[in-house]
C-alpha cells in the first residue's frame, strides 16, 4: 500500500478538489467564451475568432469534467450515489446543456446562413451558461445541507425537487459561478484577439472581475453572519470500517469557519479569491494579459478552494439527518480501491498534463479576422 487509510481518504479529497478545480480553470475560460459569443461578437468573423480562440482546446478540457465525475464515482460512491439520485433532474438539465457545444461547435459555420449561425451561437450560449450556473447552485446548497438521509441499508432517500434548490444563497452561489467564468473566458479572449475585440473583452474583464469579487465578498458575509454551520462532534476511527450512521453532527453557529479558525494562515485563500480579481482587471488594462490569465485562474482555484476548505471534512451535508452527512472519512471506497487508483493517477496524471501544456504551446498565438477569412473553410 502507498498511504494508510486515513491518508488516502485525505489525499483524494485533495485530488477530487483538483479536478474540479482544473475543470473550472480550462473548461471555464471557454465556458466563458460561450457565454460572450452572441454579445462581444460584433460580425459573423468576430464570432468565429472567439470560437476558434477555444477551438484547439474546448474538447480536451471537457475531460477534465469527465475524470471528476470518474473520480467521484470510483473515490465516494455514496456521494455519487446520494447526489445523482438526489439532483438528477438539475444533472439532466446539465447535460442536455453540454450537448449543445460539441454540435454547436461542429456545425454552426457548415452553412452560410445568418440564421442558421446565430441560432447555434445561442446553443452556445445556452450550453456554456446553465452548466456553471448549476454548479455554483449545487455548492451553495451544500453548505444549506440537502434533504437526504440514509436508511439501514444505506440506501439514500431524498426529500426534495429541482425548485427547493433554488433559494436565494444558492442562486447567489449560481450568479458568482458563471460571473466568475466570464470574468476567466473573457481575460482568454483578451490574449487571443487583436483589434477591437481584444478591447473590447478588456472592458468585460474588468466589469465581470468587480462583480466577482463582490458577489463572492457577498457570499462570504452571508455565511460568516446567516447560515449555520455543521461540526462533527464524534467520528469513528478513520482507518476503521467505513459507517456514514456512525457520527454525531450538529448544526452550530459559525460552523463553516472552524477550519479558517483553527489555521488561521488558510484565510490567505479567500482574501486571494478577493484581491485577484481586481489584479486582473489592472493587467488587463496594462495589456499584461498572459499575466492575467494565470491571476484569473488562481482567484477561481481560490474561489473555489474557499468552498472546500470551509465544507471540510463534510462532502454532502444533510439538512434531514445531520448524523447521515457525508463526510472525507466516512464515504470512501475500500483501501485497495484507493490505493490503486493513486498508483494510476501517479502514472497517468503527468501524462495528460504534459500532453495539455504542450498542446497549449504548439497552438499559441493571437487570432485575427484576416486569418479567419484567409481559412475560412477550415476552421469553426
Request: charged content about 10%.
Amino acid at each position: 500500500m502507498i498511504a494508510d487509510y486515513e491518508t488516502l481518504k485525505l489525499i483524494w479529497w485533495v485530488l477530487v478538489g483538483g479536478l474540479l478545480i482544473g475543470f473550472a480553470i480550462t473548461d471555464g475560460f471557454d465556458m466563458g467564451v460561450g457565454a460572450l459569443l452572441p454579445f462581444l461578437g460584433r460580425s459573423d468573423s468576430e464570432r468565429r475568432v472567439m470560437i476558434n480562440s477555444v477551438g484547439p482546446h474546448w474538447e480536451g478540457n471537457q475531460v477534465w469534467f469527465i475524470t471528476a465525475g470518474g473520480a467521484l464515482f470510483a473515490a465516494w460512491p455514496l456521494v455519487y450515489a446520494s447526489a445523482f439520485s438526489g439532483l438528477y433532474t438539475a444533472l439532466v438539465i446539465t447535460l442536455l446543456a453540454l450537448f449543445l457545444r460539441p454540435v454547436g461547435f461542429d456545425y454552426r459555420s457548415k452553412m452560410d446562413s445568418t440564421r442558421w449561425r446565430s441560432n447555434w451561437d445561442w446553443a452556445l450560449f445556452a450550453g456554456s451558461v446553465v452548466p456553471p450556473i448549476i454548479f455554483g447552485v449545487a455548492f451553495g446548497n451544500l453548505f444549506l445541507g440537502l434533504p437526504f438521509a440514509f436508511d439501514e441499508f444505506l440506501r439514500p432517500r431524498y426529500e426534495g425537487g429541482l425548485f427547493g434548490l433554488l433559494t436565494p444563497f444558492p442562486l447567489l452561489c449560481g450568479v458568482l459561478s458563471l460571473t466568475m467564468l466570464v470574468m476567466h473566458g473573457s481575460v482568454w479572449l483578451s490574449l487571443k484577439t487583436e483589434g477591437a475585440l481584444r478591447q473590447r473583452s478588456g472592458r468585460v474583464t474588468v466589469l465581470t472581475a468587480a462583480l466577482t469579487a463582490m458577489l463572492f465578498g457577498i457570499g462570504g458575509l452571508w455565511i460568516v453572519l446567516g447560515i449555520d454551520g455543521y461540526a462533527v462532534l464524534a467520528m469513528p476511527d478513520p482507518n476503521g470500517v467505513i459507517n456514514p450512521l456512525a457520527k454525531s453532527v450538529r448544526m452550530v453557529e459559525g460552523g463553516w469557519l472552524q477550519n479558517f479558525a483553527h489555521m488561521p494562515a488558510l484565510v490567505t485563500v479567500p482574501l486571494l479569491g478577493l484581491v485577484l480579481p481586481f489584479v486582473t482587471a489592472l493587467l488587463v488594462v496594462k495589456r499584461h494579459e498572459g499575466l492575467a490569465f494565470i491571476t484569473s485562474s488562481v482567484a477561481v482555484a481560490s474561489i473555489i478552494a474557499t468552498a472546500g476548505i470551509g465544507l471540510f471534512p463534510f462532502v454532502m451535508p444533510s439538512s434531514l439527518n445531520p448524523d447521515h452527512s457525508l463526510t472525507v472519512w466516512d464515504a470512501t471506497s475500500s483501501a485497495l480501491t484507493l490505493n490503486i487508483m493513486l498508483m494510476v493517477a501517479c502514472v497517468f496524471v503527468p501524462l495528460v498534463l504534459g500532453y495539455t501544456v504542450w498542446s497549449y504551446a504548439r497552438m499559441w498565438g493571437r487570432i485575427s479576422t484576416d486569418h479567419i477569412e484567409q481559412h475560412s473553410h477550415s476552421l469553426y
